[in-house]
């Protein structure tokens, strides 16, 4: 049932949303054509009236929005060079406390990320021992056996 009433307003909110704005603006404007009336003016020309002076408040809202957005637009280089100076002021200072701290941090992030544990050697290092081990051996053998 409740899918059923879903799917119907889905279907007619093609309908139901203008006629939605056109009670909206009926009870916003009938105060105003209700005043014109009263002061001997006929239906027909207090609606017209009250219509006009709708349309032209929207459109001097708009064009107030307009011009600020446009004003907005202008202005966004200046925006965006403060923005980015702002941003360069917050990274990590390094002076003071706070400096101290966020080396601090840095360090133990360091500290943190490194493997565990005891690591295979790297190619480097099995050459660097290899070397040693040769050297060794070479020199062993040219020492005297009473020493």
Do not use: C, D
């Not at 017209?48 to 709708?54: D, M, N, Q, T």
């Not at 002021?89 to 565990?116: C, D, F, M, N, Y």
């Not at 544990?117 to 040219?142: C, D």
């Amino acid at each position: 049932m409740i899918a059923a009433v879903i799917i119907a307003l889905r279907l007619a909110r093609n309908i139901l949303i203008p006629l939605a704005f056109a009670l909206t603006l009926t009870f916003l404007l009938t105060p105003v054509v209700s005043w014109l009336e009263k002061l001997r003016l006929g239906r027909a020309a207090s609606v017209l009236i009250a219509v006009a002076l709708s349309i032209g408040i929207a459109g001097g809202i708009g064009f107030v929005l307009t011009n600020q957005l446009v004003e907005v637009a202008s202005e966004l280089p200046a925006y965006q060079e403060n923005i980015n100076s702002k941003l360069e002021a917050l990274h990590a200072p390094t002076k003071g406390s706070l400096g101290r701290a966020a080396a601090s941090v840095q360090q133990i992030t360091k500290e943190l990320s490194k493997p565990s544990g005891p690591q295979p050697p790297t190619a480097e290092a099995a050459a660097a021992t290899a070397a040693t081990r040769a050297s060794s051996r070479s020199s062993s053998r040219l020492r005297p056996i009473g020493s």
